[in-house]
């Protein structure tokens, strides 16, 4: 045993090595097949060389030399057959036959004449014993074949690199076409040139093609060549033109899907990794396959521990690729990373696992970057927070020039009346004390009445809402109309219907009040300030309360009870009503037919979400010119 034949040795382990692993990739398909065999020939091609390395003399390699010379020369033609298929070289159903004839009859053809006449002997040459053969007209012969079919497998690996659109496929066939020219090229120099020249070394050829096999063990691993997907669509494509669109289609979607996509294999390491999932994480797919999926997703997870992370999902992948169970189905799941540059994003991700008709599954997940989107929501949400305070406070501003009126109107009370006890007692008019007691409760009734005022309009401009509690809502509904009495124009008039005293629904601090005022302002304006110019301003609007049955489809959908009942308030104005394209969207936040900065589109959105929130729903009856009836329906409750 000598240096060249432990190379040799190691160099027929690692051709099975790679044939092996391809046939455990995917045994049944025909370029996997083809592979192996490919792996097989240089395995007994290099295990020969470890014994002809080793012969002591020629008697002793001479056996080896020509048992083995096959898989010499039947090593191109399965190189040129493996490059035809891999670049989806097409041929007819009828020609099929004779492209395999026309590509092995020359192996066998070129056995046959140098075991019969090409060989002469051996060479003591650079130490060991190397064949030597004619060098007449079978050496060019001979070197024609050569040439033809690694010349040819090349330009058909470029031709197929320069069509391909995919980037992952075109970095394939680089690795490949860039490992089959360079031990070509090696091994023409150490076996012809450097004999031709004089130079005494031995032929290496077996060992530089070594080179190539670490080619294709690199395209498996780190880009998903041979792997189950790829490798049924690149077979398919050499034989059905239609499901070669398929391909193109596949690798199409792959390049240019705003949505991330990853593809594992069979044991859950990565086969595909899609240029949006590039630009999501920032790790290139030649970076990112041939690794397990846990390791990746674990890496960029914003968790302290993504070791354990790690583990977890390694035992779901392993679980669901076994047929155990399915952790995720059709399920969207959310979560934050950080990505190579560190900063934090949101995916939504559609994770599945897909059963091939060869045998075994795959994992695929759909990712989306929603980062934009939860920005937004969050600022929409922040903006909907503030205008919703400004809307509180701008429900107070409407009534405080009303209130202005009822609170001039005590103070004018009080203050009159403790002139007149001033002046009783400094005239001694006032002899008895009931007498005094009489004036101090007119001041004591206008002091109540005025805190009253003060708490209701508290009550509307609190931010945070006081718990839930049964209300009273015909006294709800009192205080709100008196309330907004004096803050709608004269033109108008407020009408209270009929008010049922047994109607009580839970609601929070003065939610129905806020509900109940804004509809009225809202009626106010519809027959105010919404009128066309030169159109009389004015009308009536009537705010009423009694018992309904609503339809059980609403309340379902609203979280209500349909069984107890639902109380309905509602509020029916004069004014110009309301079109059913707006109708539509006129619950909606912002949403306003007003000019620009004169509302924020929030009154009625408000009442919306307040019955919503108790459980009730609203219903508009409307129609351009005919004036609007808002209802508001309340689930009923114990009093």
Not at 101 to 109: D, E, F, H, R
Not at 562 to 585: H, K, L, T
Request: hydrophobic fraction near 50%; include cysteine; glycine fraction near 8%.
């Amino acid at each position: 045993m000598n240096l060249l034949s432990a190379l040799s040795l190691f160099a027929t382990a690692a051709y099975l090595g790679s044939g092996i692993k391809v046939l455990i990739i995917n045994r049944r398909a025909h370029i996997n097949q083809l592979a192996f065999a490919l792996d097989l020939d240089l395995a007994l091609w290099a295990f020969a060389a470890a014994f002809i390395y080793g012969a002591r003399s020629p008697e002793e390699a001479l056996p080896w030399q020509l048992a083995f010379a096959p898989t010499w020369h039947l090593c191109f033609a399965l190189a040129f057959h493996f490059c035809a298929l891999i670049a989806a070289l097409p041929a007819p159903p009828h020609l099929r036959v004779p492209r395999i004839l026309a590509i092995y009859t020359p192996a066998i053809l070129m056995t046959w004449l140098s075991n019969s006449y090409r060989f002469t002997g051996f060479v003591h040459r650079g130490g060991y014993w190397m064949p030597t053969y004619r060098g007449d007209w079978s050496y060019w012969l001979f070197f024609a074949y050569y040439a033809v079919y690694v010349a040819g497998g090349l330009a058909l690996l470029l031709r197929a690199r320069a069509r391909s659109v995919d980037a992952l496929k075109r970095r394939r066939f680089s690795i490949i076409a860039a490992s089959f020219a360079a031990p070509v090229l090696l091994g023409f120099g150490t076996d012809t040139l450097a004999p031709a020249l004089g130079v005494d070394v031995p032929n290496l050829g077996i060992l530089w093609i070594l080179i190539w096999a670490l080619g294709m063990r690199v395209a498996m691993t780190r880009y998903g060549f041979f792997a189950p997907l790829h490798e049924e669509i690149e077979r398919r494509v050499a034989a059905e033109s239609r499901l070669a669109d398929m391909g193109r289609l596949f690798d199409a979607f792959m390049e240019h899907s705003l949505d991330g996509i990853a593809i594992t294999d069979g044991k859950g390491k990565l086969v595909a990794w899609s240029c949006s999932m590039e630009r999501v994480t920032g790790l290139a797919a030649a970076e990112a396959l041939g690794r397990p999926v846990w390791e990746v997703q674990a890496e960029f997870a914003d968790v302290p521990d993504r070791a354990a992370l790690s583990r977890m999902l390694e035992a779901e992948v392993r679980s669901a690729l076994s047929g155990e169970h399915r952790p995720w189905g059709s399920r969207l799941s959310e979560y934050r990373i950080l990505d190579r540059a560190g900063v934090g994003k949101y995916l939504q991700s559609a994770t599945f696992v897909i059963p091939l008709s060869a045998g075994g599954d795959i994992i695929a997940a759909i990712v989306r970057d929603v980062t934009a989107e939860k920005r937004a929501e969050a600022a929409r949400m922040e903006e909907l927070r503030r205008l919703d305070d400004a809307q509180r406070f701008e429900a107070v501003g409407t009534l405080a020039a009303g209130l202005a009126h009822d609170f001039n109107n005590i103070l004018t009370g009080v203050r009159g009346t403790v002139s007149l006890l001033r002046l009783g007692i400094e005239d001694k008019s006032y002899v008895r004390a009931e007498e005094l007691s009489g004036g101090l409760g007119l001041v004591d009734a206008s002091a109540a009445r005025a805190v009253e005022l003060a708490r209701q309009l508290l009550d509307i401009a609190r931010r945070h809402a006081s718990g839930a509690r049964p209300v009273v809502l015909a006294d709800a509904v009192r205080r709100a109309a008196k309330l907004t009495q004096n803050s709608l124009d004269p033109s108008v008039t407020l009408d209270i219907g009929p008010l049922d005293e047994e109607a009580v629904a839970l609601a929070e601090g003065a939610e129905v009040e806020r509900m109940v005022i804004n509809l009225l302002l809202n009626a106010g304006e519809a027959m105010t300030s919404m009128r066309a110019p030169g159109e009389a301003r004015g009308g009536s609007v009537c705010v009423s309360l009694r018992r309904a049955e609503a339809c059980l489809l609403r309340a379902t959908e609203a979280g209500g009870d349909a069984i107890s009942g639902f109380w309905c308030i509602s509020v029916r104005d004069e004014g110009v009503g309301i079109s059913e394209d707006v109708a539509r969207r006129i619950f909606d936040p912002f949403f306003t037919t007003k000019e620009n900065g004169k509302s924020s589109g929030l009154g009625l959105s408000i009442v919306y979400n307040i019955a919503k929130r108790r459980g009730g729903f609203v219903e508009v009856d409307s129609r351009p010119g005919a004036g609007a009836e808002f209802r508001v329906y309340l689930p009923a409750c114990p009093r």
